[in-house]
């Protein structure tokens, strides 16, 4: 009976599972090497938390020697958005996450790798051969109960009291009649395909989770649907045995979501008579809400989604720092132990993960940025920074790339050494802590801001700048130094702020605010990296015309 059911159902299936074992043969890797795959939907968002589990997978495959790919599970079309495939492979390449088979590029799209394709709506006939397979078992059997008999179901059983479902009595095409499914066909009905699981199922499942240990859940006893009614396409639960076993996968890292599932997918897999592979459950990324935990949230929270870090211009190296730093917390020592060191060299550990979710941390991220980029050469710096810009801040590319020589040259103030200004968290920030320097932005926050002197007075100010404007810089910085501080104490002004609070009123002010003067006049900003190197990158011409145009301000 199961044979001729089988039959009836996919006519159009000659082949068994034996073709596809032949078709996609086991991979020649080392030993313990492991093969994982990021397996997204195309939902349209990619989540920081889709990221990190990317991270993980990619990782975790790589320093086996094992092999990483992209599968893109578009088996829920009500779900799926237009470029979505496109934003997850182009968020892989950005964060240097390229996978080693499935799609590799977009524009042209490139699909690489023996196990293809790599979509799992271009694999239907493969899903249905395994489950005609298992419908010829009597394993699995056609359902075509329609939505409002589902809901009835539900209703009954919540008015007794019983588990929601379809099992046991409630699973009513289970044992119907091989006339009453031809009698169903016959009306050009298209049925489900569901699994039949033994009810009640005393059976305990315990398995290892690489990440949460070993554990104990019951066996499924739910009648769980394998094809779709509407479209015969699988759902996530048959094709994830289905083609992490044809894909040659041994370890199935993905989120915690599918914990509870896993009994269910046990039961496939031994039911298609296939040997299980490694199992590693990732918790979700957490942040505090007042003084509760709670997930992430792609609709509450901006930096649930990959673009959010994309836009604001983290570099993606502080990004990926972030995220290993998340899923092991001893990155961290690793990093301290060894600066400099490309984080590719970090062995990740599955068991070092975090059972319960780790806490999202922005200042966190913003310390590592910030230290990553004072790692950056000038260069690097102009280089990454002009790209971010072109594409998120158009005028302030064409100011950087107006005179390169010159842009290098201020993102290399302060920079190097052995304590290099780490005023730079993210690109967008560029603007903001370099933009003065450069003559449109300097003159444009002029017009608007002006000059903000404090407590000293026009006239000192006047003076101050003549002098200045007149002094050399030719020299050391401790040549320098000394000859303003003469020139602050001939105008008044006492050599330090001790000297000046012992006597506040003998003196205009101290050192510091006739520096000050200097700063504000060449920068219009009351903080910036160190003035002599300032005075030596901008050049004598735009010296003058900045104290000029001050000097012009105060008449
Ligand atoms: N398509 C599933 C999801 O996006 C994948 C889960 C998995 O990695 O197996 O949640």
């Not at 390449?93 to 590029?105: K, Q, R, S, W």
């Not at 200004?421 to 017009?447: C, H, N, T």
Request: aromatic share 10%.
């Amino acid at each position: 009976m199961s044979h001729e059911l089988a039959e009836l159902l996919f006519p159009h299936i000659q082949q068994t599972p034996a073709v596809y074992f032949e078709q996609y043969p086991a991979r020649h890797l080392p030993e313990g090497a492991w093969v994982s795959r990021f397996a997204p939907s195309p939902t349209g968002f990619v989540h920081i938390g889709s990221l990190m589990a990317a991270l993980v997978e990619s990782k975790v495959a790589h320093q086996t020697g094992g092999v990483f790919f992209l599968r893109i599970e578009d088996t829920d079309k009500k779900r799926e958005q237009d470029g979505s495939i496109e934003a997850i492979v182009q968020n892989l390449i950005n964060f240097g996450l390229t996978p080693d088979e499935g799609i590799v590029a977009i524009h042209p799209e490139r699909e690489v790798g023996a196990y293809a394709p790599y979509t799992q709506s271009e694999r239907k006939t493969i899903y249905e051969t395994f489950a005609k397979f298992l419908v010829a078992q009597g394993l699995a059997y056609p359902c075509f109960a329609t939505e409002s008999e589902l809901t009835e179901i539900r209703k009954r059983q919540e008015a007794r009291k019983v588990k929601p479902g379809y099992y046991g009595e409630y699973a009513i095409w289970r044992d119907k009649t091989i006339d009453e499914v031809k009698a169903q066909l016959a009306q050009g009905k298209a049925p489900a395909i569901r699994i039949r699981a033994p009810y009640p199922n005393p059976k305990v499942v315990r398995f290892h989770d690489h990440i949460k240990g070993d554990l104990e859940m019951p066996g499924n006893d739910q009648d769980m649907v394998l094809l779709k009614s509407d479209n015969a396409l699988p759902t996530y639960h048959f094709a994830h045995p289905v083609d992490d076993t044809l894909m040659r996968v041994n370890i199935v890292i993905r989120g915690e979501e599918w914990l509870p599932s896993v009994p269910l997918h046990i039961m496939i897999f031994e039911y298609l008579g296939l040997p299980l592979p490694g199992f590693a459950h990732i918790a979700p990324i957490a942040k505090m809400d007042g003084s509760s935990k709670r997930k992430l949230s792609k609709r509450k929270d901006p930096e649930a989604a990959v673009s959010y870090y994309h836009e604001a211009g983290y570099p993606r190296q502080a990004v990926i720092e972030y995220l290993l730093n998340l899923a092991n917390s001893d990155f961290e020592d690793w990093r301290k132990a060894h600066p400099g060191v490309p984080h590719t060299e970090f062995k990740l550990k599955l068991d070092h993960m975090s059972k319960s979710s780790p806490l999202f941390d922005l200042t966190k991220l913003n310390d590592i940025s910030k230290e990553v980029i004072a790692t950056y050469s000038a260069e690097q710096v102009y280089e990454h920074g002009l790209a971010w810009a072109e594409q998120f801040a158009p005028e302030f590319a064409a100011i950087l790339k107006h005179d390169p020589a010159y842009s290098i040259a201020i993102f290399n103030i302060e920079r190097g050494g052995d304590a290099p200004r780490k005023d730079l968290v993210k690109w967008e920030d560029m603007e903001a802590s370099y933009g003065f320097l450069f003559d449109q932005p300097f003159a444009a926050g002029i017009r608007q801001h002006g000059y903000t002197w404090g407590k000293i007075a026009p006239s000192d100010v006047q003076m101050i700048l003549t002098a200045i404007a007149q002094s050399d810089y030719q020299i050391s910085k401790d040549e320098w130094l000394n000859a303003m501080r003469a020139h602050a104490e001939g105008m008044g002004f006492a050599r330090d702020n001790k000297t000046y609070k012992k006597a506040p009123d003998q003196y205009k002010g101290h050192f510091g605010d006739f520096m000050m003067v200097v700063r504000v006049a060449l920068t219009g900003k009351t903080n910036t990296p160190d003035l002599y190197e300032i005075l030596h990158t901008i050049g004598s011409e735009r010296v003058q015309a900045r104290f000029a145009q001050a000097l012009t301000a105060l008449t």
